[in-house]
């Protein structure tokens, strides 16, 4: 299983991004997936999850409200629509492939991981 991130950059507070993870076809269609950040000296942190139909989503409370997750099945691919970024968005984000159907918060809900992408946001 193989997941490529993308759509990461620098931008100014108060910017939008899109993140995309593009999965490979043997997978994902039928799990559940998330997205995860990492800042530096800081663990690994969940930030969203989908289901494998986009039936349920979930987000941290420090993104609701800004952040909106979706996935395009056909086209093996999940996003990120990230608006009103704040410098503390800054962190490389990880995309991940549940175990299930519906995934959750925790990274052992987790099987396979991308590269990550990094955001980073300047005050």
């Known amino acids: 299983v193989q997941l490529q991130a993308s759509g990461g950059g620098l931008v100014q507070a108060g910017d939008s991004l899109r993140l995309s993870c593009v999965a490979s076809r043997r997978t994902s269609s039928n799990n559940g997936m998330g997205w995860f950040r990492q800042a530096p000296g800081k663990e690994r942190e969940f930030v969203s999850s989908i289901s494998w139909n986009g039936s349920r989503r979930s987000y941290a409370d420090s993104v609701k409200g800004r952040f909106t997750i979706s996935r395009d099945n056909a086209k093996n691919t999940m996003y990120l629509q990230m608006n009103s970024l704040k410098p503390e968005d800054t962190a490389v984000y990880y995309c991940?492939?549940?175990?299930?159907?519906?995934?959750?918060?925790?990274?052992?809900?987790?099987?396979?991981w991308g590269q990550g992408t990094l955001v980073t946001v300047s005050s």
């Open positions: 991940g492939v549940g175990r299930y159907s519906s995934a959750g918060s925790a990274l052992s809900d987790y099987n396979y």
